[in-house]
């Protein structure tokens, strides 16, 4: 297993145009989270999932984010009519959770950059 | 709401020296925090991590310290590389909840 992959890697769209980002986890992982990190800043959450279910999701992720993980396995993250401000570097990463707490694994994100 | 707050944009040490990166929390349900380490067009990596049940954990060259009381943490790095130069993040979870990040503190070493 390579660790968490993210595809694709840039993507550069008009305003107003959907985007769809692709994140597979470490096989074995049962967690997956989305990020995004803008310049100087750290990575701020958007949602995460436990298995298939979607547990969490920030106030950040407005009604034109939405994300999907419906086998338990990859995940798509998907931003309708894209503005300006989504401009970011998209982050995936993945955990086992079980009993013990364990450290979460990043892909090398998506940097989305809207003109 | 910034749970987790990097107040140190920037430090730079000298190659051999201890580097100090600090973090400080407010959320008192926090109880697993970490450190990622972030060069750039990468995703961040994890470097250590430690339990609230701890005071102190220690790999290698990396050292990290909880003060729960004071719900302040820092990471030690000791002797300080050139090739420890990178962004460094501090990152905060709680029981059944996602991980709250700092802004990051970019450290240089100087050799």
């Known amino acids: 297993d390579t660790g968490v992959s993210q595809d694709p890697r840039h993507k550069i769209t008009k305003r107003g145009q959907n985007v769809t980002f692709r994140c597979d986890p470490i096989?074995?992982?049962?967690?997956l989270y989305w990020y995004r990190q803008t310049l100087g800043q750290g990575p701020e959450f958007l949602t995460y999932?436990?298995?298939?279910?979607?547990?969490?999701k920030s106030r950040l992720l407005s009604d034109r984010f939405s994300a999907e993980r419906p086998k338990g396995s990859f995940s798509t993250l998907e931003i309708q009519r894209t503005e300006q401000g989504d401009s970011a570097m998209y982050l995936c990463?993945?955990?086992?959770?079980?009993?013990?707490?364990?450290?979460?694994?990043f892909g090398q994100g998506t940097r989305l950059t809207v003109v | 709401d910034q749970q987790v707050k990097q107040n140190s944009p920037s430090l730079s040490v000298q190659e051999g020296r201890i580097s100090i990166l600090n973090c400080d929390y407010t959320?008192?349900?926090?109880?697993?925090f970490l450190w990622y380490k972030k060069y750039p067009a990468e995703g961040p990596t994890f470097l250590i991590s430690?339990?609230?049940?701890?005071d102190k954990n220690e790999d290698g060259r990396f050292t990290v310290f909880l003060n729960k009381s004071a719900k302040h943490l820092s990471l030690h790095i000791v002797p300080s590389q050139p090739g420890d130069s990178a962004v460094y993040f501090c990152?905060?979870?709680?029981?059944?909840?996602?991980?709250?990040f700092g802004a990051g503190t970019r450290l240089t070493v100087k050799p």
């Open positions: 990463a993945s955990s086992l959770e079980g009993g013990l707490r364990t450290e979460a694994f």
């Open positions: 096989s074995e992982h049962n967690r």
């Open positions: 999932f436990q298995n298939e279910a979607q547990l969490e």
């Open positions: 959320n008192s349900m926090f109880d697993y």
């Open positions: 430690i339990s609230s049940i701890k």
């Open positions: 990152a905060a979870q709680s029981n059944n909840n996602d991980m709250r």
